[in-house]
């Protein structure tokens, strides 16, 4: 999305390579953007509107059909959490010791993978090898 | 010229592309590097690119090994069964045994997953998918890789990688440009992990005019992830691999939910089930390993993907198009018909926007389905990307070579579409892998592998020329436009672009010559790949934004001749639904049951191919796994 100088409007600079993913849309802050289908293939006269709100954690949909007989309003949460509140800063958590270096093991594992005592798998822990050819 | 030259030194990681993958390798690296410096270089904006810019409705690769559902090597059969046998089984395996701490996080992180409110275990959309509220799921993970990261550059396409002047065929960072200003970009950096996405829009799209935009994979997957390491002379795998999505019509809007939790299914013009009858001939060319309905009836083996597109491209070739999906008896249901539209509006807006401008009800009315174009990636449910190095405990001598998801250059790692041989890793998948780059990238630094690194001001400079080389072009040659954009000494990108689809889709395979190609088409086709190349050499930019055009398409032909080569030199037919080869319209496991490996000489731009053997997870006792 570009400023137009004279129109002082913002607009679409290259229609043919947009994905109608409605990021713009979300983003403008005064509602400022509006999409219609591409016109090779959606006929005027349809509208899907767009509401985000991070602070309440939802997104609030509008679809309008052409013919007027689908006019839905849906509803979804986009976060459980307070925004970017529940991630942690890994600078400040206690580092990693050399045996962990060494092992197999990613950040919060073992514990995450089961959210138990469990242990990474391993081909051995599996009962498994790695073989060459057609097998199975 | 104008354009100002910044440099950001004494980088320890370097993420370049920062979607799925790139999120989690910038995470996770501050854990493993708490005092390394981590760099991300992104040519959209981190809250909302990539291949999740628009949300998504499921995570389609979670074990649920908690709940007790499923284990990672029954993951490792799924993908390998669905991919005709060709993966790389030990990174499949790492990734599935590590991608459900993944998906624990991003709910304690906020993401919205759905639980089945009788079990208390996540929404099963099918074995392997859970339902999510998932329409800010790249804004979070966006966030924790921003608090990992010391610095994000946002809008800057990554062009090149920077070698070391020390060291052969060892990486030293990367550059490129300021999309809005303009500004030349140089990282100097021990390590990059390569994130940068698959490819899109380099095969014709279905599409036409205003909506050519509305393709499968996002238009701005650029191949870039494959450009930047195949310049680099990092091997490539499984290149011929592309994968064809049967999706709704217009809008590419997902089936996977429809098929799995809402039940619907598939039908040809005149309401007739018609899978099945092009079963028996399948079975022929392909052979009963890997085509046995009763056997998949009976044991709930998936029918590979390719297979049931092959099916449904023999019906609509039969004259009995367009198939249906049978949406009118689900939808009667209010609460299906809702998960049906949220689906939608969660990852494929398009696809709402098309039906209500269709007036699309699909509680009258069964929509259409059709076939895409063919597109090169490697996390959804196809493997393309760097032959990479798998981790100790797990991979055989040929597939190990010290650090886990390494590239055959050195300090060059990759995660999600960059790795080849990775099928449906999907979106946990990718972070997942970029969490374990991160980690291993962490070790080849702390090892000592990294130093002594020089790039020196020559390779600086070069870079620097040859990027802006377009806008150079076409300062020199705008007087002789004839008429708008018709100039005898240059083509712009969209030509350019334009060209490539066209040779692609008509020789590579595409979806206007119903995915079929031979060994005479591609030669044809890599002959007209050269000129193209020929050309881009002279392509003229009039601005910074076609400046990015430029290096997309430069880009995106090189990954497409990564393609005709790997399908050139595979001569068979692996996966019939997502190509063709006239010439050897069989499966031969005899002589192709092995994985593709090439190498592209940054030198001299000569092809070497290889074949590297197929190792399989077995069960010790040996009985068929
Ligand atoms: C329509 C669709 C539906 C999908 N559905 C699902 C689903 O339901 N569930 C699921 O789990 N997965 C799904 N996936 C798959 C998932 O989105 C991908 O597997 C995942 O995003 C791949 O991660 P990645 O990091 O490799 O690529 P991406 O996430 O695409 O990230 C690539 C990043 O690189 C950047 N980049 C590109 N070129 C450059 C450059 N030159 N310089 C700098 N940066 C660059 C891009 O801007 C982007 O940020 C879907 C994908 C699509 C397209
Ligand atoms: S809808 Fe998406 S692709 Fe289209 S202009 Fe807006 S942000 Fe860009
Ligand atoms: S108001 Fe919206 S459309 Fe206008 S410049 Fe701001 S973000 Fe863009």
Known sequence: MHIDPTLRRAYNIEPNMCWECYSCVKACPMDAIDVRGYADFAPLGHSVRVQRDEEKGVIAWRIKSRNGETDLNLLAPITTKPWGKAIPQLKDEAGPTQEERDSQLLFNEPKYIRMDDGDIHTLESAGLKMKSGVYY | MAYKTIVEDNI???????????????????????????????????????????????????MGT????????????????????????????????????????????????????????????????????????????AEAAKKSADKVFNRICVTHLLMDDAKENRVAGAVGFNVRTGNYHVFKAKTVIVGAGGASNIFRPRSVGEGAGRVWYAPWSSGSAYGLMIQAGAKMTQMENRIVLARFKDGYGPVGAYFLHLKTYTQNAYGEEYESKWFPELQKMVGKEYLDPEASHLTHRPIPTCLRNHALICEVNAGRGPIHMVTMEAFQDPHLEE?????????????????????????????????????????????????????????????????????????????????????????????????????????????????????????????????????????????????????????????????????????????????????????????????????????????????????????????????????????????????????????????????????RDPETGEYTMEKAPLYHLVSESEEAA
């Open chain 2, 66 to 141: 908690r709940f007790g559902e499923n284990n990672p090597e029954d993951h490792v059969r799924y993908a390998r069964i669905d991919l005709m046998g060709m993966v790389r089984e030990d990174l499949l395996f790492d990734m599935a045994r590590h991608v459900d701490s993944t998906v624990h996080q991003f709910e304690e992180w906020g993401l919205p997953i759905m639980r089945d409110p009788k079990t208390g275990a996540y929404q099963r959309e099918g074995r392997w998918q859970i339902m999510i509220h998932g329409e800010s799921y790249k804004p979070i993970v």
């Open chain 2, 339 to 599: 998960i049906g539209w949220h689906n939608f509006l969660g990852m494929t807006v398009g696809q709402a926007v098309l039906w209500a401008a269709t007036d699309v009800n699909p509680k009258y009315e069964n929509p259409e389905l059709t076939t895409s174009e063919p597109y090169v990636m490697g996390s959804h449910a196809t493997g393309s990307g760097a032959w990479c190095s798998g981790p100790e405990d797990v991979s055989p001598p040929e597939y190990f070579w010290g650090y886990n998801r390494m590239t055959t250059v050195e300090g060059l790692f990759g995660a999600g579409d960059a790795v080849g041989g990775t099928p449906h890793a999907f979106s946990s998948g990718s972070f997942t892998e970029g969490r374990l780059a991160a980690k291993a990238a962490c070790k080849y630094i702390d090892d000592g592998k990294a130093e002594g690194i020089r790039v020196s001001q020559e390779q600086i400079d070069r870079r620097k020329a040859e990027i802006y080389k377009p806008l150079e072009h076409y300062k020199i040659f705008r007087n002789e436009i004839v008429a708008g954009d018709v100039n005898p000494n240059y083509i712009n990108p969209r030509q350019g672009l334009d060209r490539l689809q066209k040779l692609m889709d008509e020789y590579g395979g595409g979806a206007t010559v119903n995915y079929m190609t031979n060994d005479k088409l591609l030669n044809i086709g890599l002959k007209k790949l050269k000129t193209l190349e020929e050309d881009l050499d002279k392509i003229g930019a009039e601005n910074i934004h076609e400046l990015l055009r430029a290096w997309e398409l430069k880009h995106r032909v090189l990954t497409s001749e990564s393609v005709l080569q790997h399908t050139l030199f595979r001569k068979e037919t692996r996966w019939p639904g997502y190509y063709y080869r006239g010439d050897a319209m069989k499966l031969d496991d005899e002589n192709w049951h092995v994985l593709t490996v090439s190498r």
């Open chain 2, 12 to 62: 320890d990681i370097l993420v370049a592309g920062a979607g799925l993958g790139g999120t989690g390798a910038a995470f996770e690296a501050r854990y493993w590097g708490q005092d390394k410096k981590i760099v991300i270089a992104e040519k959209a904006n981190i809250d909302r690119s990539g291949a999740v810019a628009q949300g998504l409705y499921a995570i389609n690769c979670y």
